[in-house]
Nanobody, 118 residues
Framework: VQLQASGGGLVQAGGSLRLSCKAP???????????MAWHRQAPGKERELVAV???????MYVESVKGRFTISRDNSRKTVHLSLNNLEPEDTGVYYC??????????WGQGTLVTVSS
């Protein structure tokens, strides 16, 4: 497995979680130039992009999570994090980590389940 996602769980509305995605088999020079993203798929819905952080640490968020979620990366640890704050039931879903390179590499993690109860 190229990407290992973790950190999901069951939390009440208003709570917080921190997701992590590690790329243990990548070397630093491969990981650091990649654009890293988190996507999610809610029950019965299509997968959607949630947040992106590119190689120079510019970030982008889907409107529904702005101000609540923060994406960050630690290239030395080949890890990307997604901090989820003030969670809402609508944030429930499986969260997937994604890594893309300009050369066309497109990797996905196995997903981690986030469940937010009202």
């Amino acid at each position: 497995v190229q990407l290992q996602a973790s950190g999901g769980g069951l939390v009440q509305a208003g709570g917080s979680l921190r997701l992590s995605c590690k790329a243990p088999r990548m070397i630093f020079s491969t990981f650091s130039p990649m654009d890293m993203a988190w996507h999610r798929q809610a029950p019965g819905k299509e997968r959607e992009l949630v947040a992106v952080i590119n190689s120079d640490r510019r970030t982008m968020y889907v409107e529904s999570v702005k101000g609540r979620f923060t994406i960050s990366r630690d290239n030395s640890r080949k890890t990307v994090h997604l901090s989820l704050n003030n969670l809402e039931p609508e944030d429930t879903g499986v969260y997937y980590c994604n890594a893309r390179s300009v050369s066309g590499v497109d990797l996905w993690g196995q997903g981690t389940l986030v469940t937010v109860s009202s």
